[in-house]
């Protein structure tokens, strides 16, 4: 048996690689390296669950980062409890065959209510005021306290949205991900896992933003490799034996696909006016689209609908295909929590959730970062909108409004899907752009290209042999 830690790299491809990242491809050409054929949609949670439990969509369930709960009628994004995954997981497996065997999961996702032994995940705290609070969640639950103590507060508002791998007053570009490094050095130090699972995300925020092509994505493969550089020196030392992968690759795209604007010109969204604004009601719609990157679940309440809805969909400019029936079952994502049809994007575009016409319109949350209540993934939210002239005195404003106990908007979102320069969720031609996983020179990998689900064997012999 040998104790591992697996570092979870996002958005790292070959073609990253051959760009920069010294440390990392110092380790591919030492140890073993290989792609690994994404995981389709090819977006965090529907990875992660396929790397960590073996199986596909079909059967754990996890379709994508979100989709529509027909028993519920509403759309839920990023929750978190781990029973969400229906298929037995890693740890458990490797717990019934290694004697001690514990495991640590640093910031991947469905990290709450699960059987690893140590874990850390963003969790906000909300009063019943209505104020916000960031914060993490800890198991045992005497961690949090106890990491805050020496790392201090987990850098939340840089883990998502505009502040996320830019420079501010506040953060540095790289602040979580080099957080959660110092998390995994500090259980690692305390503990002693078996097996760690740690969490990256730092290439995800300007590969997004501003496209893989960028000049400035070479100061983020610079900080990343530092940072996973540290861990490597530092795994290294306390003889665990690393494993280096990531989720997905990150393409440059174009053109943003608005599904439910489609849809609405049918009038087949419902839309509630709340307080001047419009609201999507998906329970009383008969058509709608949950957009995740570049895949959109569709969900069609009337079943006669959906020959024409796919015909409709397979139309429009920027949409590659439309899956039903076999096609889905073919792809892995057989279940019923898939939409009716799965529209794909091409390679120059992605799905937003948008459905207002009249940007006056657009509900409140719409220029907020806000994960869980839009009906779908929103990568705008990574931008400031460049209409505000002082966005940083309105920022500064609304955090004095907060701390003297007033409620406030954070509503300095634009609502410009064009400025989105990077998305995923497809399967991009090239397997430059396809994810990665690098081992050391003793491990099982043999095989130039994986699958998604053979990461969890990987994984699993890594920690055996």
């Known amino acids: 048996m040998k104790r591992v830690a697996v570092l979870n790299v996002v958005g790292l491809s070959r073609s990253l690689l051959d760009r920069g990242l010294p440390r990392l491809r110092a380790l591919a050409q030492s140890g073993r390296f290989a792609t690994i054929a994404p995981a389709f949609p090819a977006v965090t949670c529907t990875a992660q669950s396929n790397y960590l439990t073996g199986e596909l969509p079909t059967q754990h369930g996890v379709v994508a980062n979100g989709w529509y709960h027909r028993e519920l009628a509403e759309v839920q994004f990023w929750k978190q409890s781990n029973p969400v995954v229906r298929s037995p997981k890693i740890w458990d497996d490797l717990r019934a065959l290694v004697p001690?065997?514990?495991?640590?999961?640093?910031?991947?996702?469905?990290?709450?209510?699960?059987?690893?032994?140590?874990?850390?995940?963003?969790?906000?705290?909300?009063?019943?005021?209505?104020?916000?609070f960031f914060d993490i969640y800890s198991s045992p639950a005497a961690i949090r306290p106890e990491i805050k103590q020496v790392l201090g507060e987990f850098p939340f508002p840089a883990f998502w949205g505009p502040a996320a791998g830019s420079n501010s007053k506040q953060f540095a570009p790289d602040a979580v991900s080099r957080w959660i490094a110092q998390s995994a050095e500090w259980i690692e130090r305390k503990f002693q896992p078996t097996l760690s699972l740690v969490y990256l995300?730092?290439?995800?925020?300007?590969?997004?933003?501003?496209?893989?092509?960028?000049?400035?994505?070479?100061?983020?493969?610079?900080?990343?490799?530092?940072?996973?550089?540290?861990?490597?020196?530092?795994?290294?030392?306390?003889?665990?034996?690393?494993?280096?992968?990531?989720?997905?690759?990150?393409?440059?795209?174009?053109?943003?696909?608005?599904?439910?604007?489609v849809f609405r010109a049918q009038n087949w969204l419902t839309i509630k006016e709340e307080l001047g604004l419009e609201l999507l009601d998906c329970g009383a719609s008969k058509v709608f689209a949950v957009a995740d990157h570049q895949v959109a679940h569709i969900y069609c309440q009337d079943p006669a609908l959906i020959p024409k809805v796919r015909e409709l969909v397979a139309s429009q400019p920027g949409v590659e295909r439309?899956?039903?029936?076999?096609?889905?079952?073919?792809?892995?994502?057989?279940?019923?929590?898939?939409?009716?049809?799965?529209?794909?994007?091409?390679?120059?575009?992605?799905?937003?959730y948008y459905y207002w016409m009249d940007d006056a319109r657009a509900p409140d949350f719409a220029r907020c970062v806000d994960i869980h209540r839009k009906p779908g993934y929103d990568p705008v939210e990574l931008f400031l909108d460049p209409a505000i002239k002082f966005p940083l005195l309105k920022i500064a404003s609304k955090l004095l409004q907060k701390k003297l106990g007033f409620r406030m908007l954070m509503d300095v979102i634009p609502l410009d899907a064009t400025l989105v320069k990077g998305s995923h969720g497809r399967i991009p031609e090239s397997k430059a752009e396809h994810p990665v996983i690098i081992t050391s020179a003793q491990s099982s990998l043999t095989k130039q290209e994986i699958s998604s689900t053979d990461v969890y064997s990987l994984i699993k012999n890594t920690v055996l042999f």
């Open 201 to 261: 995300p730092h290439l995800d925020y300007n590969l997004q933003r501003l496209g893989p092509s960028h000049p400035e994505i070479d100061k983020d493969l610079e900080r990343i490799d530092e940072i996973a550089g540290r861990l490597l020196d530092f795994y290294a030392k306390h003889q665990v034996e690393v494993v280096v992968l990531s989720e997905y690759g990150i393409s440059a795209v174009s053109r943003p696909v608005h599904l439910n604007r």
């Open 322 to 352: 439309v899956l039903l029936g076999e096609e889905k079952h073919a792809l892995g994502l057989d279940h019923e929590r898939s939409g009716d049809l799965i529209a794909v994007a091409d390679a120059q575009s992605w799905f937003s």
């Open 100 to 132: 001690g065997f514990t495991c640590a999961n640093l910031f991947w996702w469905y990290n709450m209510y699960s059987t690893v032994d140590y874990s850390i995940t963003p969790r906000p705290m909300y009063p019943a005021d209505g104020r916000k």
